[in-house]
C-alpha cells in the first residue's frame, strides 16, 4: 500500500465516481459505505465480522471517545486500531454535530472554542479546533475531520452564515494544528445551511485550503431529502474533483444512490446498525418489520438467495421471536444482515459505475403513476407495487452480468417487458394495486370474523356472527372484490399445509380494461 495519503478515480458514469483511497493500513474502494463504529465498536458485531462482509473503513467519534474512555488513555493503550483490533482504516468525526445533538450544555467561543457539558456524567469538557485535531491524533485516526458548528435546519440566514463563516475559520485552524501527517488526511466540512450562496461560500474557502479531502456536513439534519440533493448538485462543482467527497451522515439506500449519482464517494450511517438492533431489516425487496405479527408462523429466511448467513439460514419467525423476547441475538443477526446488504449495495453501485450502467441522474418522478423502463424515477413508486406479482413479464431483467440487490437491478437499468408480453396485465396491475391490498385485507378480515364466530359457545352467538360476515361478503363482492374472491380457495398467506402460502397472483385476477398506463 502506498506510504502517503493517495485518491485515484478509475472511471466516471456521469457525474457517479468510482475510486480508490490508498493508504498504510489499506485501500478504501469508493463509493463506500463505513459503518458507523462510535464508541470504538460497530454495535452488536464482532470487527472480524465486518471486515468480512466487505468494509474498507469504519467510523470513530472524537467526542465519545474523549469522554469514555479517554483519548490520552487510547493513546497509552497503543493507541485505536491497537485496542479494538482493527488494522484499517479508521475515520473520525470531530464530534461537532455530537456536542450539537448530545450535550446538555453548549457554549460556543470562536476563539476556545465548544465548552459542553457530558451526556454520561454532567462534567464540563472544552474543544477547540487545535484540540478536536489532538484527540484525533492520540487516537491514531488515519481520516481526521476539522471541527465545524452544524447547525440543525429549519434555521434563519443569520445563525446559518455565522456558523458557515466560523467553520470556515475554524478550518484554517484545524489545517495547521494538523500540520504534515504522511499517510494521514484531514477533511474540510462544507457548512451553509439550506442556503445556496453559503454553501458556495463554504466550499471555495475550503477548496482553497487544498486539503486532502472534503466533507458536505449540516444535511440530513430536518431538511427534506430534494433540499439534501439541491445543496449537494450547488456544492459538488465547487469542489475539486480529484480530491475524495463524503457525505457525513447520510445513509438511506435512497440517499446513498442519488447522492452518488451527483458525485459523492463517502458515506456515514447508524441507520444499518440501529435499524437492526430495532427488529427492521434491510433487504434487496425492501425493508422487512420483523416486530410485525405477520411474520410469527413465517418459515422463510428474509433471503434465501443471499450469502449471509443470517439472511439466508434465519426464519422469519425465529427472528420475529427473537426481536419480541428482546434477546441480544435478534439485534447480531439483524445487523449482520444489514451490514452485509448495505455492503453488497455498494458493491453492486461500484460494479454498474465500472460497466458504465448507471443512468446519467435519478430524478423524482413528476407525475403520479409509473414508467415502464425503470431508468429513473419510477422505482420510488414501483418498489412495492412490483414484488407481490410472480409473471415473467414484470421481473427485471439480467443486466450485463452484473451481481447486485434484485431492487438496485431495477433502479439502475433493470426494464419491465410490459412492452413484448400482456402490457395491459401489468398496466393494470400497477394502477390497482393499493386498492387490491385494501380489498385483500377486508377479505382476511371477514373470514376470521367468520372463524371466531364458529367458535363462540353460544348458538345464538354464532348464527349472529355468520349472518353479519355473510353480508360483508356480498357487500365485498358487490364493490369488486369478487375476482380476488374467487382467486383465492384459502388463506391467501397460508398454504394448505399450514406453511407459508405464495402471495395471490395480482395479475392474473384483476381485469386490464380502461387502464392506461403513465409515463413520466
Not at 57 to 65: D, K, P, V
Not at 241 to 251: I, S
Not at 458 to 481: E, N
Request: net charge positive; glycine share 10%; charged share 25%.
Amino acid at each position: 500500500m502506498s506510504e502517503n495519503f493517495q485518491f485515484t478515480l478509475k472511471a466516471t458514469d456521469g457525474d457517479a465516481r468510482l475510486g480508490a483511497i490508498t493508504m498504510p493500513r489499506g485501500e478504501i474502494r469508493t463509493p463506500a459505505f463505513m459503518p458507523v463504529g462510535t464508541a470504538g465498536t460497530v454495535k452488536a458485531m464482532y470487527l472480524d465480522q465486518v471486515r468480512d462482509l466487505g468494509a474498507d473503513i469504519i467510523l470513530g467519534n472524537t467526542y465519545h471517545l474523549m469522554l469514555r474512555p479517554g483519548a490520552e488513555r487510547v493513546a497509552r493503550l497503543g493507541g485505536l486500531h491497537s485496542l479494538i483490533r482493527w488494522e484499517h482504516p479508521i475515520l473520525t468525526d470531530s464530534g461537532g454535530f455530537q456536542v450539537m445533538s448530545l450535550a446538555a450544555l453548549r457554549e460556543i467561543d470562536e476563539k476556545k472554542g465548544v465548552t459542553f457539558k457530558s451526556h454520561i456524567d454532567g462534567s464540563v469538557h472544552h474543544m477547540s479546533p487545535e484540540r478536536s485535531i489532538e484527540i484525533q491524533g492520540l487516537l491514531g485516526s488515519d481520516i481526521q475531520m476539522q471541527l465545524d458548528e452544524c447547525v440543525r435546519l429549519p434555521a434563519g440566514r443569520a445563525e446559518i452564515e455565522n456558523s458557515t463563516d466560523m467553520s470556515l475559520r475554524w478550518a484554517e485552524r484545524c489545517r495547521e494544528a494538523f500540520g504534515d501527517q504522511p499517510g494521514k488526511a484531514m477533511f474540510g466540512i462544507v457548512q451553509g445551511g439550506d442556503i445556496p450562496d453559503l454553501r458556495i461560500r463554504s466550499a471555495r474557502g475550503l477548496a482553497a485550503l487544498d486539503l486532502k479531502g472534503y466533507a458536505v456536513g449540516g444535511l440530513a439534519v430536518g431538511e427534506p431529502q430534494d433540499v439534501m440533493l439541491a445543496m449537494l448538485e450547488t456544492t459538488l462543482p465547487e469542489l475539486p474533483a480529484q480530491k475524495p467527497r463524503y457525505l457525513m451522515g447520510v445513509g438511506t439506500p435512497d440517499d446513498i444512490l442519488k447522492s452518488v449519482a451527483r458525485g459523492i464517494d463517502m458515506f456515514d450511517c447508524v441507520m444499518p446498525t440501529r435499524a437492526g438492533r430495532h427488529g427492521l431489516a434491510f433487504t434487496r425487496r425492501g425493508k422487512v418489520n420483523l416486530r410485525n405479527a405477520r411474520h410469527a408462523e413465517d418459515l422463510r429466511p428474509l433471503d434465501e438467495e443471499s450469502d449471509c448467513p443470517a439472511a439466508r439460514d434465519y426464519s422469519r419467525a425465529y427472528l420475529h421471536h427473537l426481536v419480541r423476547a428482546n434477546e441480544s441475538l435478534a439485534g447480531m443477526l439483524l445487523t449482520w444482515n444489514n451490514l452485509h446488504y448495505y455492503q453488497y449495495f455498494m458493491q453492486g453501485i461500484r460494479a454498474a459505475i465500472s460497466k458504465n450502467a448507471l443512468p446519467s441522474s435519478w430524478r423524482r418522478c413528476r407525475k403520479a403513476g409509473h414508467v415502464v423502463t425503470l431508468q429513473t424515477c419510477a422505482h420510488d413508486q414501483l418498489k412495492r407495487k412490483t414484488r407481490t406479482c410472480k409473471r415473467r413479464c414484470c421481473q427485471p431483467t439480467a443486466t450485463n452480468g452484473l451481481h447486485m440487490p434484485g431492487w438496485l437491478h431495477e433502479r439502475l437499468v433493470g426494464v419491465i417487458n410490459c412492452g413484448k408480453d400482456r402490457p395491459a396485465q401489468c398496466h393494470s396491475r400497477v394502477a390497482l394495486h393499493r386498492p387490491v391490498r385494501h380489498h385483500e385485507a377486508i377479505f382476511r378480515t371477514i373470514f376470521r370474523r367468520l372463524r371466531a364466530g364458529m367458535d363462540q359457545s353460544s348458538l345464538v352467538q354464532r348464527i349472529i356472527y355468520i349472518v353479519v360476515d355473510c353480508a360483508g361478503i356480498l357487500i365485498f363482492a358487490m364493490v369488486g372484490g369478487w375476482p380476488l374472491l374467487m382467486s383465492v380457495q384459502a388463506d391467501p398467506g397460508r398454504a394448505a399445509n399450514g406453511a407459508p402460502g405464495r402471495r395471490v397472483d395480482l395479475c392474473s385476477v384483476l381485469s386490464p380494461v380502461s387502464v392506461r398506463p403513465r409515463r413520466c
